[in-house]
């Protein structure tokens, strides 16, 4: 109840009035029963963006930390991502990333939408970057549509460091500063039903996750990197060209 109290009468109208988002392929969204919705991810307001975009609601996983931060504001900061249907998740890997493919499964059982950004984290410089096999092999267990989605030009409104949107943007050769419209950009769902019971082979896991970030790649326009974004992330942090290593091959997180 918080939620639709929230969405519908607070967050929703601001984010119209002050954005005025662009929002394409709602016809896409199913009005009842599960589905997984798969969605580049270029800054923090696209958890912002993307709900209030979709009249159902859609549960995100939320960075565990966000839930266990110490003092009065922790706890604030904890209630209202409960209130707004985000769960927490442990990102460490191995067990933990096998309970949040569990908790994602059951919320897709119990109809409802289930929201997750494949690349599993924000990107660091605007391109799209490959996709984690945990997306893949939660579709096709759970066996339920997956509408990819594009969110656009969300980084430009609220770059790496900034903690709230901003409604102007400066650009290098430019004098005035220009309005930014973020858009939001649904595609039609994709059926991954054919792999069924293949959610242990590892390459149809990685062939199912190019599917779906090719999908979004399309949606986007954004230039595909092949490369995990923890990793771009890793080289940015120590000077070095992404590009350079991805032309030798040298794209594993270290």
Known sequence: MLYLFLRRFIVAPLVKLLFHPRVTGLENIPTTGPALLVSNHLAFCDSIFLPVAVPRQIVFPAKSEYFTAPGLKGKLVATFFRSVG???IDRSGGR????ALNTGLDILKKGELFGIYPEGTRSPDGRLYKGKTGVARMAIVA??????VAMIDTEKLQPPGTLWPQWLVREPGRRLPRLVRPGVAIGKPLDFSRYEGMERDRFVLRSVTDEIMYAMMELSGQEYVDMYAEKAKELLKKGESIDEHVRFGDTKAS
């Not at 933990?96 to 309970?99: E, G």
């Open 96 to 99: 933990a990333s096998l309970a």
């Open 143 to 148: 066996g339920v549509p997956v509408i990819p």
């Open 86 to 88: 985000q769960i927490p």
